[in-house]
């Protein structure tokens, strides 16, 4: 890893904000752009570097560039037109997208890129905001393994698991199966805690106990207690989760997967934003099982 390798990030929201930190404090000449410029602002008074005013501009002369947005939608925004990433990329520089998206646009950037003879990895990430603060971030890549293995070890200034999973498409497809098993997890953690508040258990004596087994998890262990709590405001809203299931769901029509309890958690999800949850974390499917 070279102090001297110039990389720009476009998108500063909850994660890309802190990973692009990391980038500076490892010593990486960095330009960011964020679509509200204010949030960019706020990055170079915080963190050693510079903004831009587009992605193009962004884009100009880095080795490595990173991306970290809302959906499909929004990556093409940013990736095409006079104004986008790719219009200021030079050949031989690799574009990582952790933006999630659908496996289909990242072949598709995928493409574009070879056509404009520079690289393109699929990295979407788990973890949450406190991963993408702390650095521990789990990254799922997809692309060329041996563009992979030139960008890695870019990518663990802020990640403790960056793993190349496939060509390109595959990160995706991977975080897919990540959110799947996430929303399985918390329903059960929800109605979990939920059966043992009605009746009438010590919740916290009861974490701690079948954490230490076969029960344990992630989310048992990051969201039991704040469940418990109701407290449901850590980072990962559930207007992004119901996105993502979203993905998912639609990969499985192309690849004749079968998702029920997916589908029905999605359902549950649904729920949450009708009583304008749309914010709460994700852990918020306790919400639909409470005491009245």
Same mark, same amino acid.
């Given at each position: ?5 110039? *990389? ?11 990973? #692009? /930190? ?21 990055? %170079? ?5 510079? !903004? ?28 095409? =037109? ?9 050949? +031989? ?7 999630? %998206? @659908? ?14 003879? &520079? ?6 990430? @788990?973890?949450?905001?406190? /991963?993408?603060?702390?650095? *521990? $971030? ?12 030139? %960008?890695?070890?870019?990518?663990? %200034? ?9 060509? @390109? +498409?595959? =990160?995706? $497809?991977? !975080?897919?199966?990540?959110?799947? &098993? ?13 059966? @043992?508040?009605?009746? =009438?258990?010590?919740?916290? !004596? ?7 087994? #076969? ?32 993905? &998912? ?44």
């Amino acid at each position: 890893m070279s102090a001297k390798k110039k *990389t720009a990030f476009i998108g500063l929201g909850v994660m890309g904000f802190p990973m #692009a /930190g990391h980038l500076s404090n490892n010593g990486f000449d960095v330009t960011v752009y964020n679509r509200t410029s204010i949030k960019a602002e706020q990055w %170079t008074d915080k963190y050693t570097g510079k !903004k831009a005013n587009s992605p193009s501009e962004a884009a100009e002369d880095v080795d490595y560039m990173f991306c970290c947005v809302g959906n499909d939608n929004d990556l093409r925004e940013v990736a095409y =037109g006079p104004n986008g990433f790719f219009a200021g990329i030079k050949p +031989g520089s690799v574009i990582v997208d952790h933006t999630t %998206t @659908s496996a289909e646009v990242a072949r598709e950037l995928y493409a574009e890129a070879k056509s404009q003879n &520079c690289h393109f990895l699929d990295a979407p990430v @788990s973890g949450g905001q406190a /991963g993408a603060e702390q650095g *521990t $971030l789990t990254i799922m890549v997809g692309g060329d393994q041996v563009v992979f293995d030139r %960008t890695n070890s870019v990518m663990e %200034t802020y990640g403790q698991a960056v793993t190349w999973m496939g060509d @390109s +498409g595959a =990160g995706q $497809l991977s !975080k897919m199966v990540n959110q799947i &098993c996430i929303a399985g997890l918390v329903q059960a953690l929800a109605e979990g805690l939920n059966f @043992s508040q009605r009746a =009438g258990l010590d919740g916290e !004596k009861l974490l701690n106990v079948i954490s230490k087994g #076969a029960a344990q998890s992630w989310q048992m262990e990051n969201r039991g207690l704040t469940m418990l709590r109701n407290e449901f405001n850590f980072g990962f809203a559930v207007d992004w989760m119901r996105k993502d299931l979203g993905i &998912c769901m639609d990969e499985a029509k192309r690849n004749g997967a079968e998702l029920p309890i997916t589908k029905v958690i999605d359902e549950f999800y649904a729920k949450v934003q009708e009583k304008g949850g749309n914010r709460l974390d994700t852990s918020s499917l306790m919400t639909l099982l409470a005491q009245n």
